[in-house]
DNA sequence: CCTCAGGTACCGACCGGTCGGTATGCTCAT
DNA sequence: ATGAGCATACCGACCGGTCGGTACCTGAGG
């Protein structure tokens, strides 16, 4: 049957992905990727330069999606509480729906050479810097309570959600959308302004 | 297996700490490790019976150090909050003076042994279960709010230290003390009890 | 219709280098 | 003299990457 274009390097890509989650990069050999892929080494190396590339190829089209999505959320200008709450839904979503890819980005980024980290550094500080003006601009219009520092609350949000592949089980009780609740309610308490008649 | 800790061990250790830490296990030598601690192989497999014992020394001492230290603050008995937040930032103080052992601790685990990786699961359930135990039957006595499980908020805590080495930076312009308080006063806002009429 | 040139996709045996680990022996302190 | 504490030389397995080759498709010329 006609085969689409880039069905074998897909393959070799979600085979690696699903190995260096399990073993790690280093201890993951090429030989098994291309067997994990019903392929052999020409292929991979036919497709990409060299492992390194494999590695580069998973975090990019990560960060590709997750970037889409904060833009999205961001451009449709919602109040502050809804844009952080939409964020972190989102990113919640897509990170339980790519763990395996998460947790290799997360264990395996200082891995990349110094021009791929260059770039993957730009593109994190522009999530980092997008999320926190959202929060910072909610801080000056009273919105958000400024006891906490836009950016420690965005480490903090950031860090869970990288944190989730370490304890997220597929197959465990909660949805992903109910955990990305739950972790934005809990966000958005930390961010809630004091009320004049609450005593501290 | 690490016998008598003697000078030239804990040189060893250090440096295979800062080493992996910096290039990650698998892609660290035993060489490069013997050359920063200026010994030879000989002195490295007299005291380590392999690599991977290197490894786990460093997690044995880590996780050692934080059980003792949440033991001791579950033990003084303090209402809820203050355990809560003596708990996070002796962690956070742990963690910050330990960067380099938790770097490695987070990306590395996975290349336990079937062995010492359930015992690693164990202390670490332990330690989570203390955590929650505290949090859940503050949140029955009505001392925390119930909006969200104990789990996720144990959860949401732990992660954000165990993120803590990828931004934090020790000539930075927050002591770890402050930083600790900054993501206590987060997570005690996010169980604080609920007033009337809040919305999301 | 057939042929052949050229391009793409893939195969798999092989190589050079590396790395964890070991064998052996020396040197002190006890 | 005996064992702990190391040094040095070395090995065998393994691994990323290569490269000459194959199979198939496409299309132009005959």
């Keep these: 049957m006609a085969r689409r274009t880039g069905a074998t390097s897909e393959r070799i890509v979600g085979a690696a992905v699903r190995l260096f989650a399990a073993k790690g990069f280093d201890a993951t050999t090429v ?8 392929v052999t080494k020409g292929a991979l190396y036919h497709y990409f330069g060299s492992k390194d ?28 509480a809804t844009t952080v709450r939409h964020i972190l839904v989102s990113l919640v979503e897509t ?15 200082h ?6 980290m260059a770039s993957f550094r730009a593109e994190r500080r522009r999530y980092h810097e997008t999320f926190r003006a959202v929060v910072e601009q909610a801080q000056e219009a009273g919105e958000f ?22 304890w997220y ?11 990305g609740e739950e972790i934005a309610d809990f966000i958005l308490a930390g961010l ?7 005593r501290a």
């Design 169 to 179: 089980r597929p197959d465990g009780p909660k949805s992903p959308s109910r955990l």
């Design 31 to 38: 030989q098994e990727v291309v067997d994990a892929a019903s």
């Design 192 to 198: 809630r302004p004091e009320r004049p008649d609450v």
């Design 145 to 166: 309570s400024s006891a906490v520092p836009a950016d420690t609350a965005v480490l903090i949000a950031l860090g869970v959600v990288n944190q989730l592949p370490t």
């Design 95 to 109: 990170t339980a729906e790519s763990v395996d890819e998460t947790a290799v980005f997360v264990r395996e980024m």
């Design 111 to 116: 891995r990349l050479d110094a021009d791929r």
């Design 53 to 80: 590339d494999l590695l580069f190829e998973i975090y990019r089209s990560l960060i590709g999606r997750q970037m889409a999505d904060l833009d999205r959320i961001v451009a449709a200008g919602h109040d502050a």
